[in-house]
């Protein structure tokens, strides 16, 4: 059984390895850790502008690409205010 199976139909934030931070809910995946996600948006950063939320509504993103995996706290995340979080992006890893 994958170590991811208990995090389905649950919200999770994903960084891929480009750098980019996705969240939305984890509705499957499979050998691989390519995984399925529901009404995902990936979060933009910037240290002058704040966090743009880009709506990606069904995503699939590749195992090969997911660099970390985690659950995120949805009463925590919900009282963000995204617009205010000014941050430099995440580089993408360097192999």
């Known amino acids: 059984m994958s170590q991811l199976q ?8 994903v960084i891929m390895n480009d750098g ?10 499979d050998q691989t850790t390519n995984i ?7 979060r933009v ?3 002058s502008e704040g966090v743009e ?4 509504g069904l995503y699939l993103i590749r195992g090969d690409n997911i660099a970390v995996i985690g ?3 949805v009463d925590v995340d919900d009282t963000l205010d995204l617009a205010s979080i000014c941050v ?3 580089p993408p890893v360097k192999y």
């Open 36 to 42: 399925i996600m529901q009404g995902c948006t990936e």
């Open 88 to 90: 430099p992006a995440l």
């Open 45 to 47: 950063f910037s240290e």
């Open 71 to 73: 659950l995120v706290d």
């Open 6 to 13: 208990p995090y389905v139909n649950q919200r999770v934030a």
């Open 53 to 56: 939320v880009v709506d990606l």
């Open 20 to 29: 980019r931070f996705v969240v939305g809910m984890l509705r499957g995946l």
